[in-house]
């Protein structure tokens, strides 16, 4: 095993706390806004980020819907054929194949968007709702419909196992804020507001070569590589409009005392930031390597869900 190069360094509570307090946005699009750091995706940023597209390559972000249970796939899809050819609907010989597809809108085999009514802290959603706004029929605020037309952008991949010269990082490995920045460097570019921060640690690679694993706390899980909470201030500061890492960007066990999942909550509760969960980029390093450049189109479509957390989805890089 690869012994892991930067542990995730304590953080107390109370440093989560007010690093939360300092990067809120709440209010700062109105206090009905439900597209938090969307708003930094302007027509101009559009229109900007299709000039990035020279060859015509596109390329998913995707895992293949999984529709077998495992380790880190304890809700499976559900997909079956409700009507085959066998049965033709009229005499003419016209006949039709259709499937149903069930899954949940979230979880670590399943690529998905999540919405701003996902994560709550202190029993308040992104820009002080109140948690009880969500409701078991969904939420009329902050839901995922908030982001039907589109996720398009400039998408910038910061690969931290390629700077590392390794296939992946291990599960527990932190990713810094200097790292970030070493990285953007070493890639010969600089993110920016408006842009889409796409994050490869080689968490899929990992999986698909020693197989799957739960990705929760030890001892029952093996834990996931993932971000250092000092990155979120940093992403802050760039105005980053969306995060769409592998994995789900979380260093599982957490970089904060007592604190399962801080990334999530800085990023949706406090920043409203459009985050993206269990994205497969390999396809992708190979092709930024291929195309030699890490810059690239984003075009994610989510689905028109009413009341919904969150939706599965399969964002494209095109370059």
Partial sequence: MTQIATPPGPVTLAAFNSTFESVKNWGRWGPEDDRGTLNFLTPEKVVAAAALVRSGRTVSMAIPINKMAGPDNASPAVHHMSLMHDIPISESGLSF????????????????????NHVGYRGQLYNGKPTSLLTSRGSEWGNITAYATGIVGRGVMLDAARYRKVPWLEPGDAVTRDELEAIEASQGLRLGEGDILVFRTG?????????????????????????????????HERRIAAFLPDGDGETVPSNVEGMPYPIHALQITAMGMCVSDSLQLEELAQACEQEGRWEFMVVGLPLRLPGATGTPWNPIAIF
């Fill in 203 to 235: 968490h899929h690679a990992r999986r698909l070569a020693l197989g799957p694993w739960s990705n929760e706390y030890p001892p029952s899980g093996g834990g996931k590589a993932g971000l250092h909470m000092d990155t979120v201030p940093w992403m």
């Fill in 97 to 116: 194949g259709m499937c149903y597809l069930a899954m949940a809108s979230h979880g670590d085999c399943h690529t998905h968007v999540d919405a701003l």
